[in-house]
């Protein structure tokens, strides 16, 4: 049985989709959560939405003045953190040809710099015991046409998991990721595809999802909550896919 009583947890981009998904399941297993979002007003609906054990902070993960603030922040409503979820993320599509620096820049500054710099930054607040889970994608499995970019960052942060976790055993704090195929969010809305292309898209995937449908947020919630308890213990540096059975190329 998982049981988050008495602890805190930080989980990045929570005002939508996966992050949110993860923080009201969260809060339903006895944590008290603390969620980021680039905007005030959203941050606000959403711990609104989530009740009395949700805090909020406004944070720009692809800003490194935020992100070198972020301590300081998370200070003001907790001494320490036990879960860090580094989650805040979208993706953004293009062909080779058409990719240029912002594009590069926006995609690395959030997923690669950010998260790096996001499990930095809270180090100090994590004591022993304490779990980090970083947000991959299975497109570090294939190779998807226009997601050069996105896959690349994705992948870096994979990497980053392997590379952590070897720097942070004598710590005793955890860190693994989980890995999403094709969940129901505002990912796609947000990306900067039009309507008629994420209808392509979604329908090119779909065939290929063996259980033939898009998953839930709260279906990846559910793993990260494992993911961040003690029915984990023994995890460490490794990568659990959430993807409805998405063949992956190894
Ligand atoms: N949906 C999928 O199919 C899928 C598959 C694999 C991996 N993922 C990964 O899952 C993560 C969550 O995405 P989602 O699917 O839940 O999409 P979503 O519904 O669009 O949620 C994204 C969250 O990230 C936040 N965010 C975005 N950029 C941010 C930034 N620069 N600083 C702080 N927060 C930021 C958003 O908050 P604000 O907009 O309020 O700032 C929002 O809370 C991402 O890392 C994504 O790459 C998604």
Redesign the pocket.
Known sequence: MINLTGKTALI?????????ATAIDFIENGAKIII????QH??NETINELGDQAYGIV????KMSDLLDLGNKIKSITPYIDILFV?????KYAPIEQIDEAHFDEQFN??VK?TLFTVQQMLPLMKEGGAIIL????VTEIGMSNSSVYSAA?SAVQSFVKTFASELASRKIKINAVS????Q???FD?SNLSQEQIQNMAGAVLPQVPLARFGQ?SEVAKVVTFLASDASSFMHGTEVFVDGGFPKIK
Do not use: C, H, Q
């Open positions: 990045t981009g929570g005002t939508s989709g996966i992050g949110k980021t979002g680039r905007n959203t941050v944070s720009d993960s692809g989650n805040a993320g979208f993706g959030v997923l950010g947000n991959t994608s299975i994705k999403p195929g094709p969940i969010t505002n990912y947000r947020p």
